[in-house]
């Protein structure tokens, strides 16, 4: 008995981890599908080949393509830190600096990041909200997610001197020049490196958004 329960309590640690790594599989596969393909275009069945796993694996997890997307784009957001944005440990260097300047520094060089990772795949969800009700939805909640965030932001920004702007104004202009579409125009169309994106980011906002 005591050895079946050491056994069990073995195979449990390794079953996730394998589980865990199915999962990445899957997700990584259908990011490189859904960008390449669109969201039509990336069938379950591709993904799942692609993954090295089956059809039913794939359902089995995400249930179905809408889901899946949206599982893909939380993680673009996220990164490898499973925490809400706000607990991440690059807002939080926002919300601790107390010069304005190195706030925005700190935010463009955190969020060039995150739009690297989630515009491609926000991109697919625009293209597919069109025809797909659940995708216009999750549109919806993603901008309104960010630009809740957002404001999170300028509300630091705001706590270390006076803004140009009221804070929703303030606010929706940073959601505006953030937005994934705009970052990809600039780089995926523009040819702009990191660097520059980040460099004109900070500039910008600094432009728009503090006095003096």
Do not use: C
């Not at 997700?27 to 669109?38: H, I, P, Q, S, Y």
């Not at 949206?70 to 600096?97: H, M, N």
């Amino acid at each position: 008995m005591a050895d079946d329960v050491k056994r069990r309590s073995y195979r449990s640690p390794r079953r996730r981890e394998q589980a865990e790594r199915t999962r990445e599989r899957v997700l990584d596969a259908a990011a490189a599908l859904f960008v390449e393909r669109g969201f039509d275009g990336a069938s379950v069945g591709a993904i799942a080949q692609a993954a090295g796993v089956s059809d039913e694996t794939v359902y089995g997890r995400f249930q179905n393509k809408r889901a899946l997307l949206g599982e893909l784009v939380q993680r673009a957001v996220r990164g490898d830190d499973p925490a809400p944005v706000l607990e991440q440990p690059g807002p939080r260097a926002v919300a601790a600096a107390t010069d304005q300047h190195e706030q925005l520094r700190l935010f463009a060089a955190d969020i060039v990041l995150r739009l690297e990772r989630a515009a491609p795949l926000l991109a697919v969800v625009a293209g597919a909200a069109r025809s797909e009700p659940e995708l216009a939805a999750l549109l919806g909640r993603l901008h309104g997610e960010r630009l809740k965030n957002l404001r999170r932001f300028v509300e630091v920004l705001a706590s270390n001197g006076p803004l140009r702007l009221r804070d929703d104004r303030a606010a929706e202009t940073v959601w505006a020049v953030t937005s994934p579409e705009l970052h990809q125009l600039l780089v995926r169309v523009g040819g702009w490196t990191r660097r520059r994106y980040t460099q004109w980011l900070s500039e910008t906002l600094e432009a728009l958004l503090l006095d003096g």
